[in-house]
């Protein structure tokens, strides 16, 4: 099974601020034939099923806010939120879909400084 | 717009099942994949498996094989899912989830959960 680490564990940034989490695969998810990374970030608020927020590693869902942004590539991503509003206080998850089992990160819990 | 509505909470003995169903509108249910997530309390999310609404074909993942499974019905648009020999652990949110529109994959709709507790 791939292994997702995702860092830090929680996080603590001031409105306004940028927030950046870190998500690392144990294997490549990177498929070669399309060149594409099988990789996607998750929203959950409490009480809330998650909520895709990219896929592709890079490609925001339909909706979701452009301060959202996803990069890396491989085993290596990152999640970035450019300018942290209160709405955005969540548990964020990475998530492979290179192969099955499909597998998550633990989870980052993001709060406001 | 898309919904996937699903069953309500549950609680059962150790050693029991537990059915759950997972009813889709607003979309055509044949031309998506739909999977089951799990989340124990306060914990990170476990996929479990996937159905093919259209041919009913089914993949689990290891840990569950031989006391998960998934079904269809499509004259209702609903898929179920049942879980045997429950035991402590398997206290849990279950979360039925739509392959997304771009990439089967990954889950753009969710359910809003079913809360399923194991206790004696």
């Known amino acids: 099974d791939i292994v997702m680490t995702q860092s830090p564990d929680s996080l603590a940034v001031s409105l306004g601020e940028r927030a950046t989490i870190n998500c690392k695969s144990s294997q490549s998810v990177l498929y070669s034939s399309n060149n594409e990374n099988f990789l996607a970030w998750y929203q959950q608020k409490p009480g809330q099923p998650p909520k895709l927020l990219i896929y592709?590693?890079?490609t925001r869902e339909s909706g979701v806010p452009d301060r959202f942004s996803g990069s890396g590539s491989g085993a290596d991503f990152t999640l970035t939120i450019s300018s942290l509003q209160a709405e955005d206080v969540a548990v964020y998850y990475c998530?492979?879909?290179?192969?099955?089992?499909?597998?998550f990160g633990q989870g980052t819990k993001l709060e406001i400084k | 717009q898309v919904q996937l509505v699903q069953s309500g909470a549950e609680v059962k003995k150790p050693g029991a099942s537990v059915k759950v169903s997972c009813k889709a509108s607003g979309y055509t249910f044949t031309s998506h994949y739909i999977h089951w997530v799990r989340q124990a309390p306060g914990q990170g999310l476990e996929w479990m498996g996937i159905?093919?609404?259209?041919?009913?074909?089914?993949s689990y993942t290891q840990k569950f094989q031989g006391r998960f499974t998934m079904t269809r019905n499509t004259s209702s648009s609903t898929i179920y899912m049942e879980l045997s020999s429950l035991r402590s652990e398997d206290t849990a949110v279950y979360f039925c989830a739509r392959g997304s529109s771009e990439v089967d994959g990954c889950f753009d709709s969710w359910g809003q959960g079913t809360l399923v507790t194991v206790s004696s």
């Open positions: 998530q492979q879909y290179y192969s099955t089992p499909y597998t």
């Open positions: 159905i093919d609404p259209s041919g009913g074909s089914t």
């Open positions: 592709w590693a890079s």
